[in-house]
């Protein structure tokens, strides 16, 4: 079977809100997953495979900033390049809409994400200190595009 990448639909909120709440302590709610779908500065990505969902990103794009909002990949599909798949699939929206940079912040906690954006040449610019509801910090990071 073939990953293949492609916008989100009203459809596909059920199942990235579960992903959501697997993979997050404060995860977006439906609401939120829906707002993506209504403002035109967001751009999603879902990767499915035989029709289920392995994981799903967000980005937004104003002007030369690009902002990757959301990434993540079903428990059972991680470690397998789905991560990636989306990175580069973000990389290329980004930069066709004439984007120059991404900006993101992650929790400092986050190694297995801290290493997907390194790979993709994010460095950390920043900390924001207790930024999460819970307390815990963010890195800031860039790539120029
Ligand atoms: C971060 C996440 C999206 C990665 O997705 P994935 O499909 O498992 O990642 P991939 O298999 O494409 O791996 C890509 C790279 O990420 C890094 N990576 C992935 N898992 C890792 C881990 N457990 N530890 C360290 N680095 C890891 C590696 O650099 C890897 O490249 P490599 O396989 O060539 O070494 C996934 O772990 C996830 O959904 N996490 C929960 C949600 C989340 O934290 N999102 C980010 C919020 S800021």
Redesign the pocket.
């Known amino acids: 079977m073939t990953m293949t990448v492609r916008a989100w639909t009203k459809e596909d909120v059920a199942a990235i809100a579960e992903i959501e709440r697997q ?2 302590s404060d995860p977006w709610t439906e609401d939120m997953l829906k707002d993506a779908l209504r403002f035109p500065v967001y751009h999603t990505f879902l990767a499915e495979e035989g029709g289920q969902v392995c ?1 799903y990103s967000c980005l937004i794009v104003l002007f030369e900033d690009a902002e990757l909002a959301n ?3 079903a428990p059972t ?8 798949l989306l990175m580069e699939k973000m990389h290329e929206k980004a930069k066709a809409l004439g984007a120059e940079r991404v900006l ?1 912040e ?1 929790r400092v906690s ?4 801290i ?2 954006y390194e ?1 993709y040449g994010y460095s950390r610019y920043g900390k924001r200190e207790k930024y999460y509801a819970d307390g815990e910090d963010a890195y800031l990071m860039a790539k120029t595009l």
Request: proline share 0%; charged share 20%; aromatic share 4%.
């Open positions: 993979s997050f994981g990434i993540a990949v599909c991680r470690g397998k390049g789905v991560g990636k993101l992650v986050n190694e297995s994400a290493g997907l790979k």
